[in-house]
C-alpha cells in the first residue's frame, strides 16, 4: 500500500513564524501536491510539483513556498505564517498519468496560527 | 475558473436504505473524475477513477456512474451502514496539459442507526 505520511498531525504557530509542514511517501511517486481544506470549500491546490527540484503555483500559491529536494520529500513552508492560513493541509501524491491513477494522501495537519 | 459542484450538500440516511448524490462539471475539456471517501481523523481514501461516457464502476455497495456529455456522476451506496458516514468528494481532470485536479466541495453523509 501506498503510505504517504505528513510530520505533524496538529502544530500551532504564532504569527510571523516561518512554518515547515513535511511530507513524505514511499512509492516513488513522481507527483507531490499540498492542499488547504477550509469549511464550505473544496480542497484547494497550492502547489505542486513534478519531479525533484520542480515546482508549479496551484491555484491559491500566496504565502507560501514548496521545496522538493528529494522525490519523496515534499515540503510546505508558510514564510511569514498568518491568521488567515489556519486551515487542514493535506498532502497527496500520485503516479504519472492521473486519467487513470488516483491521489494518495496523507492524514493532514491541522494547523492554527494564533 | 472550473467549477466542480456537489450536491446535496450534507445528507442524512436511515441505516438500511439506499442513496445517491450528484457531482456536476463542466463538459468541456473533461478528463477524467475522481471519488474519494474521506472519513474524520483518517486520509481520504480512492473510491472510482472514471474516464469514459456511460461508464459505470462497484466496489461492494458503492457504485457510479459518468456522463460526460451532459456532465455528471452520480454516486449511488446500497444499504446504507454506519461505516459509510463520511464526506464523499469529486474532483475532475480537464484536459489542460497538467494533473490539477479541480474538487468539490463534498457531500457529507451521516447514516442514523
Known amino acids: 500500500d501506498v503510505k504517504v505520511t505528513q510530520s505533524s498531525r496538529y502544530l500551532v504557530k504564532r504569527t510571523g513564524e516561518k512554518v515547515f509542514l513535511e511530507c513524505v511517501q514511499d512509492m516513488d511517486h513522481e507527483n507531490m501536491f499540498w492542499y488547504r481544506q477550509d469549511p464550505g470549500l473544496g480542497l484547494r491546490l497550492i502547489y505542486f510539483s513534478y519531479d525533484v527540484k520542480m515546482k508549479e503555483k496551484g491555484d491559491i500559491p500566496e504565502g507560501y513556498s514548496v521545496s522538493r529536494e528529494k522525490k519523496e520529500r515534499f515540503s510546505l513552508i508558510l514564510e511569514s505564517a498568518s491568521t488567515n492560513q489556519t486551515s487542514m493541509y493535506l498532502c497527496a501524491s500520485t503516479q504519472e498519468g492521473q486519467h487513470n491513477q488516483p491521489q494518495h494522501f496523507g492524514d493532514g495537519t491541522r494547523l492554527s496560527i494564533l | ?113
Open chain 2, 1 to 113: 475558473i472550473l467549477n466542480v459542484e456537489q450536491s446535496p450538500q450534507s445528507l442524512h440516511v436511515q441505516e438500511g436504505d439506499s442513496t445517491n448524490f450528484t457531482c456536476s462539471f463542466p463538459s468541456s475539456n473533461f478528463y477524467a473524475l475522481h471519488w474519494y471517501r474521506w472519513e474524520t481523523a483518517k486520509s481520504p481514501e480512492a473510491l472510482f477513477v472514471m474516464t469514459l461516457n456511460g461508464d459505470e464502476k462497484k466496489k461492494g455497495r458503492i457504485s457510479a456512474t459518468l456522463n460526460t456529455k451532459e456532465g455528471y456522476s452520480y454516486l449511488y451506496i446500497k444499504g446504507s451502514q454506519p461505516e459509510d458516514s463520511a464526506t464523499y468528494l469529486c474532483a475532475c481532470l480537464f484536459n489542460f496539459g497538467n494533473e490539477k485536479l479541480t474538487f468539490g466541495t463534498g457531500t457529507r453523509l451521516t447514516i442514523i442507526p
